[in-house]
């Protein structure tokens, strides 16, 4: 069974001329990716060590072993780096890593299926699911208690409660 693969963090532009990035990690503590050993390409084809990082505003700075020049750095603009699933540390209970999350079956808890659980966003107002029905247009939902009350890593699911209306979703809001 293939090895599941978290993004830890997103390569960016080059900063200055020795080589240096900014680095968009996906982590609760930013600097935890200096922590993980080789962060892998997704096909895993490289790898690359953060031999230095200091916080920015909104990224890290840094260095990855073997990336001495700006040009080499700006050809990694874009990279995202993963690591192995099992190597992130646990989750607390109500709580869970977004990877284990995309693909589970979204449903009401009549257990009427609303579709699958396509991302998870977070536009810095709080965590927001999106479920991709088998046809139509995919819905976004606050990813709170009241509205996600129930996730079952184990039955592959989660639990929707429809909220009785969601923004935007009022026709005669135009005609107003």
């Known amino acids: 069974m293939p090895t599941s693969q978290v993004c830890v963090a997103r390569i960016g532009a080059a900063h200055g001329v020795r080589g240096a990035v900014k680095l968009w990690t996906f ?24 031999t230095h990082a200091r916080e920015a505003k909104g990224h890290l700075v840094a260095t990855l072993k073997g990336v001495a020049t700006r040009e080499e750095a700006e050809r990694l603009n874009g990279v995202e780096l993963y690591i192995a699933r099992e190597r992130l540390p646990a989750t607390s209970e109500d709580e869970y890593y977004h990877a284990d999350l995309i693909g589970l079956a979204a449903e ?5 299926p609303l579709g699958r659980v396509i991302a998870i966003h977070n536009f810095g107002a709080g965590d927001i699911i999106e479920i991709a029905p088998p046809h139509g247009a995919t819905t976004l939902l606050p990813f709170t208690n009241a509205v996600v009350p129930s996730v079952d890593l184990a039955g592959g699911r989660v639990v929707i409660e429809l909220p009785d209306e969601i923004e935007g979703d009022n026709p005669t809001d135009a005609d107003a």
């Open 27 to 50: 982590t609760e503590d930013p600097l935890a990716v200096k922590r993980y050993g080789p962060l892998l390409t997704k096909d895993g084809a490289r790898q690359f060590e953060v």
């Open 108 to 112: 009401t808890a009549a257990g009427q």
